[in-house]
């Protein structure tokens, strides 16, 4: 399948929005609307398949598993985190070539400790600086198609570092390799600002719903200096609201009519989802064997 070119895009300054795509459904319904990147975030792929915080719980397999079934049913170039690695030098070696295999064209990998957690949560810590340099050296060699598959460093160091250091490691691992830096929790326009003036590589803006950072547009991030955004819990938060308004509907009054409920249409659905490939399918080998369609 033929995706679009996420080195591509940022080498021709044209704008990355990606929106996190946190199940199957999401992932065709970006299809549908016409994203042409789409992000597939940890917090949001553990919470979806697991039910379970993004506190380093989840392993390397499961999520291989997961970002693998998102590349199967995507049109869209995916952006995947890969937390820390999900280990030491080997296990960044391995976590690269597997996300590559699977699909995946940027890779992000952060500073935290292990095990790690939301960076918009509390209690985030961070390794030395160095031991994150040879991360990315090892993420950036493990690459068998650099010219397609980007490594992103995200540092989460702010909490416990501030904003002068935090974009001292960016420059750090953009001096390793990495090929768009991201300064996770952002707590102003002004500290986005400075982040983007001080470091020379492309720069990745999380707009993550309910978190530290200002909710910008598109092009206003554009203008600040950022080369793309991921909007990782916009998708995940609307279906999870629209869920429990439906549910509680449900409890109410009994039923699943009510004007106050909006239901995407069934046709619609198996559209997207694929029952026409299905139909096609059956219609022509039924032809075949010279038995009547359906239809």
């Given at each position: 399948m033929t995706t679009a070119s996420l080195r591509s895009a940022i080498e021709k300054k044209r704008f990355v929005t990606a929106p996190g795509v946190h199940d199957m459904i999401a992932a065709k319904l970006a299809d549908l609307v016409g994203f042409d990147f789409v992000y597939a975030s940890g917090f949001w792929q553990v919470a979806s398949a697991y039910g379970l915080p993004d506190v380093g719980i989840a392993t390397y397999t499961e999520m291989l598993a997961r970002i693998s079934l998102l590349a199967k049913n995507s049109k869209a170039a995916i952006i995947a985190d890969a937390d820390t690695g999900y280990g030491?030098?080997?296990?960044?070696?391995?976590?690269?070539?597997?996300?590559?295999?699977?699909?995946?064209?940027?890779?992000?990998?952060?500073?935290?400790?292990?095990?790690?957690k939301c960076g918009h949560?509390?209690?985030?810590?961070?390794?030395?600086?160095?031991?994150?340099?040879?991360?990315?050296?090892?993420?950036?060699?493990?690459?068998?198609?650099?010219?397609?598959?980007?490594?992103?460093?995200?540092?989460?160091?702010?909490?416990?570092?501030?904003?002068?250091?935090?974009?001292?490691?960016?420059?750090?691992?953009?001096?390793a390799g990495a090929d768009i830096l991201f300064v996770e929790a952002l707590e102003s326009e002004e500290d986005m600002r400075t982040a983007c003036s001080e470091i020379a590589?492309?720069?990745?803006?999380?707009?993550?719903?309910?978190?530290?950072?200002?909710?910008?547009?598109?092009?206003?991030?554009?203008?600040?200096?950022?080369?793309?955004?991921?909007?990782?819990?916009?998708v995940a938060l609307a279906a999870s609201a629209a869920m429990k308004q439906a549910l509680t509907t449900l409890k109410s009054t009994g039923t699943s009519q009510s004007d106050s409920l909006e239901l995407l249409d069934f046709n619609e659905f198996q559209q997207f989802i694929g029952f026409p490939d299905v139909w096609a399918l059956e219609e022509k080998w039924a032809a075949v064997h010279g038995e009547p369609s359906d239809g």
């Open positions: 030491g030098l080997l296990n960044v070696h391995h976590t690269v070539q597997g996300y590559e295999a699977a699909g995946v064209r940027g890779i992000q990998i952060e500073d935290q400790t292990f095990p790690k949560t509390p209690n985030v810590r961070v390794v030395p600086c160095d031991e994150m340099v040879e991360k990315i050296q090892v993420a950036c060699a493990a690459r068998t198609d650099p010219a397609e598959t980007l490594i992103i460093a995200r540092t989460d160091a702010i909490q416990t570092e501030g904003l002068s250091k935090a974009i001292g490691r960016a420059q750090a691992y953009a001096d590589k492309p720069m990745l803006a999380n707009m993550a719903d309910g978190g530290r950072t200002p909710i910008l547009p598109a092009a206003q991030l554009e203008e600040i200096g950022f080369s793309a955004a991921i909007f990782p819990a916009m």
